[in-house]
């Protein structure tokens, strides 16, 4: 079956310093890879994509997230984490079907970012 | 994303009653979706409309129905609501020009059957 895990149910990260979400999939090959953020009390907001090209993409507010094929994953990542980037993080991966068809996007059970002043 | 707009944004209603949920947009997309989002499981695709007339079954359709009433407007339907169909509920849009295009998502209305 096609899935993805988000490992962390909760990262805590102090403001200033780096911060990491974990994300790998399961699914057959070469599909496309999205971030989502959710902000209390409002809906999913797109972060950042993957179709193809460079490991690494960047996004909005600040965030990265890099790509590793061999790993089937593909963090998301900042420098320097905000007070403000406190939120529910969600991956999603589109798997592509050469035969055509909709390929729908399955989601990881997201992740709780915190940051701590 | 204040493109796609859903009402109502919060609803507590009993078992056994019709609940609709209205998803509206002016982004123009031709796709719209239905998700469900409960803690732990992500989002969980109810039903997804390519145009119209072209309206499918999503991975948990059951209990559900929907209706795309023009291209700007999609709704989901409890005919039956259960305890079990509590849950965070998004509308989402998309172009239809590529598999690579991101999702656009409503506010999302917050559902409790008691």
């Known amino acids: 079956a096609q899935s993805v895990a988000q490992p962390e149910d909760q990262v805590n990260v102090a403001e200033g310093n780096p911060l990491t979400v974990k994300c790998t999939y399961s699914?057959?090959?070469?599909?496309?890879l999205f971030w989502y953020v959710q902000y209390p009390n409002r809906g999913l907001q797109f972060l950042l994509k993957y179709i193809t090209g460079d490991n690494l993409v960047k996004g909005s507010y600040g965030f990265e997230a890099e790509f590793n094929k061999s790993q089937t994953s593909f963090h998301l990542k900042k420098p320097s984490a905000l007070v403000s980037d406190s939120a529910l993080y969600f991956c999603a991966v589109r798997p592509i079907r050469l035969s055509g068809g909709y390929n729908k996007l399955i989601f990881g059970a997201g992740t709780r970012l915190a940051v701590h002043p | 994303d204040a493109d796609v707009t859903q009402t109502p944004r919060n609803r507590i209603t009993k078992t056994g009653k019709r609940i609709m949920l209205e998803c509206s947009q002016t982004?123009?997309?031709?796709?719209m979706y239905w998700y469900r989002q409960d803690p732990g499981l992500g989002l969980r695709l109810i039903y997804y409309?390519?145009?119209?007339?072209?309206?499918n079954k999503g991975e948990i359709s059951d209990g559900y129905s929907v209706s795309r009433q023009a291209q700007a407007k999609f709704s989901l339907s409890l005919e039956s609501a259960i305890p079990n169909q509590t849950a965070l509920y998004f509308c989402?849009?998309?172009?239809?020009?590529?598999?690579?295009?991101?999702?656009?998502f409503g506010p999302g209305t917050r559902l409790t059957v008691l």
């Open positions: 699914v057959s090959g070469n599909p496309y």
């Open positions: 989402a849009t998309s172009d239809r020009t590529s598999a690579s295009v991101a999702q656009y």
């Open positions: 982004k123009g997309h031709d796709r």
């Open positions: 409309s390519f145009d119209v007339k072209d309206i």
